[in-house]
């Protein structure tokens, strides 16, 4: 069974929102931190946001900022990513990850850091 199970990717218009769920099947979102990375098709998995457990601190890629809000309930272990005013260089398929020794800073985000992963959802701008 996967750690992490994303959902609520879909198409969408230019400038239109829609809202990402990771959900957890044991304690994955449990400690640490979750994290949203993105990956387009011919280019590299990048970081873009991420909320820490302890005291929901977040950090936010500069192409993001003002678009995207993550939050995280805790209870329910799940982490979720708004997406607002959908760009063209939004549309990619988009991972939930988490690590329980993390904790998100303005350093920025690494694949390498995150242990578990979910499968991702593709989110897909219309034409």
């Known amino acids: 069974q996967e750690p992490l199970v994303e959902s609520g990717g879909g198409l969408v218009q230019p400038g239109g929102s829609l809202r990402l769920s990771c959900a957890a099947s044991g304690g994955a979102l449990d400690y640490g931190a979750a994290a949203w990375f993105r990956q387009a098709p011919g280019k590299e998995r990048t970081g873009v946001s991420c909320i820490s457990s302890s005291d929901g601190s977040t950090y936010y890629a500069d192409s993001v900022k003002g678009r995207f809000t993550i939050s995280r309930d805790n209870a329910k272990r799940l982490v979720y990513l708004q997406i607002d005013n959908l760009q063209p260089e939004d549309p990619a398929v988009y991972y939930c990850?988490?690590?329980?020794?993390?904790?998100?800073?303005?350093?920025?985000?690494?694949?390498?850091?995150?242990?578990?992963w979910g499968q991702g959802t593709q989110v897909t701008v219309s034409s």
């Open positions: 990850a988490s690590d329980p020794m993390y904790y998100c800073s303005e350093d920025g985000l690494s694949a390498a850091d995150f242990r578990s």
